[in-house]
Nanobody, 115 residues
Framework: VQVVESGGGLVEPGGSLRLYCTVYGRIFVGLRPMAWYRQTPGKQRELVAEISGSGHQNYADFVKGRFAISREGAAPTVHLQMNSLQVDDTAVYVC?????????WGQGTQVTVSS
């Protein structure tokens, strides 16, 4: 199973980015929960948003109203729409698939918010 993220980059404060996460090598991904975390140097990895197989979403307080997680039905793809980005949102964003007995992690995509 391989989890691949894309869509990161450099954006000015107040700007937007859309992250993409695709899972390869696993069927019925659309039935499993997936999530986005972020990691910055010296800090623990923190949950950003998660989505269940039925589409129920959960967000960290610091992104509520600004970020939106979505999935393409049964497709092995999850998106993270990030709006009103702030400097403190700068991090490596990592996607994961929460499978029955194991969690599969991607390598992450860098998001830098700077003027």
């Amino acid at each position: 199973v391989q989890v691949v993220e894309s869509g990161g980059g450099l954006v000015e404060p107040g700007g937007s980015l859309r992250l993409y996460c695709t899972v390869y090598g696993r069927i019925f991904v659309g039935l499993r929960p997936m999530a986005w975390y972020r990691q910055t140097p010296g800090k623990q990895r923190e949950l950003v948003a998660e989505i269940s197989g039925s589409g129920h979403q959960n967000y960290a307080d610091f992104v509520k109203g600004r970020f939106a997680i979505s999935r393409e039905g049964a497709a092995p793809t999850v998106h993270l729409q990030m709006n009103s980005l702030q400097v403190d949102d700068t991090a490596v964003y990592v996607c994961c698939l929460r499978d029955t007995d194991e969690t599969f992690w991607g390598q992450g995509t860098q998001v830098t918010v700077s003027s």
